[in-house]
């Protein structure tokens, strides 16, 4: 199975440095090439992401002990929508799956602490921080059961599959720091839900003990995907083989696709009762993602051009070098498409960040042909995790949100737990009055 080894380091550190770092902007390049080594990170922390987030202004971060470059961060700034002058400079700063470091070597308290100094130098009124890392994780077939039972609230009631044993040692650290914790809520609220959907993989099931590639079974289906097919519920594996026989073509989409995607998307918007993003986020996305040894990100250098004597601006060429890739897949049965899915992979990750489905030729299966193909491209990736997105941790069969749980576990996702996003209030009355405006607006 994945490794599960702890991301933020023992509860006792003993190699850990805990002398305070440097902190100074540092190019989209030198970025990528960190996290490079670094497969665990999220795209979300690629340097390429402030392209496709427009509104948001992006730096990338280095953390240094002398020359040497110890940890990463992608910041986006967002400032407040005020028209007193005075309050238009503040911003909200926000990350989403960092910093990234190797928490054996470098200890949290000599990441945040200087973090904190710098976002505050530069105008930020809150920082909001989701570390990266899994607090709890629990079987997806108990989940599945237990929500059926319903006898039970909430997926924090069921005994975990696995519970990092540092994660209560770093909470005792953040509050001691200043930082606030989150509050719990079965709901979707704004930024990434510490609930999440992941499929375990084992790509390594494929090479036999001799080194070469193992043998598949009956169905075709080499063993790691066959391990991956037997995760899911029967129902789920019987559409999902059933759909590699019902006529349907799987392709690879371009960006000259993209207006296809999007009728589908707005299709399956308007039938499912959500609001969908423009077509214009998707292509910015597909272009960004993809642009990994282009140099520069359209966000990254209109960040450049901003940076404060002292700082390091990005530069306009280089390899960002980090393994990233954002596909785009078609289902047709004919000329009629029936299915789309956004597909993002990075290091060991794949993600399944967006889909889409036709109500036309609903048996034969076209979204889970997808579904398959990601599983099956994620694996010849060499990823340990194929991740489906948040969830409600409500157990209530009868909750808005138990088909989007029940759906994810019967594809054979576990459910895990971060440890939700942390806010530092550098001022604490434009915290209050931010928070005040975001709760109203939910």
């Given amino acids: 199975m994945p490794d599960l080894a702890s991301p933020f380091g023992s509860p006792s550190p003993s190699g850990q440095d805990s002398r305070p ?8 390049a030198d970025h990528g090439r960190f996290l490079a080594d670094h497969p665990g990170a999220s795209f979300l922390q690629n340097p390429q992401w402030p392209g496709v987030k427009i509104d948001w202004r992006g730096d990338s971060l280095g953390f240094f002990d002398g020359r040497s470059l110890k940890a990463t961060v992608l910041v986006l700034f967002r400032r407040l929508p005020v028209p007193v002058p005075v309050l238009k400079k503040r911003s909200l700063a926000y990350i989403a799956e960092g910093p990234v470091f190797d928490p054996a070597a470098v200890q949290l308290e ?7 100094q710098y976002l505050k130098s530069r105008g930020a009124f809150l920082v909001r921080v989701g570390l990266p890392g899994v607090v709890n994780r629990w079987d997806g077939s108990e989940v599945r059961k237990a929500l059926a039972a319903g006898t039970h609230r909430s997926v924090t009631d069921l005994a975990p599959l696995h519970t990092d044993p540092a994660a209560e040692d770093v909470r005792a650290r953040l509050l001691a720091l200043g930082w606030q914790a989150p509050s719990e809520s079965e709901e979707f609220e704004a930024g990434q839900p510490p609930f999440q959907a992941r ?3 084992q790509p390594e099931l494929d090479t036999a003990p001799d080194g070469t590639r193992a043998e598949p079974n009956k169905n075709g289906e080499f063993p790691a995907l066959e391990a991956a097919l037997n995760r899911m519920d029967s129902t789920s594996r019987r559409q999902t083989r059933k759909s590699t026989r019902s006529e349907l073509t799987v392709t690879v989409g371009t960006a000259e696709d993209l207006p296809a995607w999007q009728a589908l ?8 009762g959500f609001t969908g993003r423009p077509l214009a986020y998707f292509q910015r996305m597909f272009a960004e993602l993809n642009s990994a040894g282009s140099g520069v990100s359209g966000g990254a250098a209109a960040d450049s051009a901003v940076a404060s004597a002292g700082d390091t601006a990005g530069d306009t060429a280089g390899n960002t070098t980090v393994d990233t890739a954002c596909t785009l897949y078609l289902a047709h049965f004919g000329d009629q498409l029936l299915a789309a899915a956004i597909y993002v992979r990075q290091g060991q990750f ?11 030729e609903r048996k034969r299966y076209a979204p889970r042909a997808l ?12 990823c340990t995790w194929y991740d489906l ?3 409600s941790p409500s157990l209530d069969p009868e909750y808005e949100l138990a ?9 054979g996702a576990d459910v895990v737990q971060t440890l939700g996003e942390w806010d530092y209030p550098v001022n604490r009355w434009l915290a209050r009055g931010f928070n005040l405006y975001m709760s109203r607006r939910d």
């Fill in 350 to 360: 794949g993600w399944y960040v967006y889909g889409a489905s036709s109500s036309e």
């Fill in 389 to 391: 997105g948040g969830m």
């Fill in 21 to 28: 770092l440097t902190v100074r902007r540092i190019t989209p």
């Fill in 199 to 201: 499929i375990p993989l």
């Fill in 371 to 382: 579904q398959l193909r990601q599983i099956q491209d994620s694996l010849a990736a060499g």
């Fill in 265 to 272: 998307y707005e299709e399956t918007a308007a039938r499912d």
């Fill in 403 to 411: 088909g989007l749980t029940r759906f994810k576990t019967t594809m």
């Fill in 110 to 116: 000599s990441v945040l602490v200087p973090l904190v």
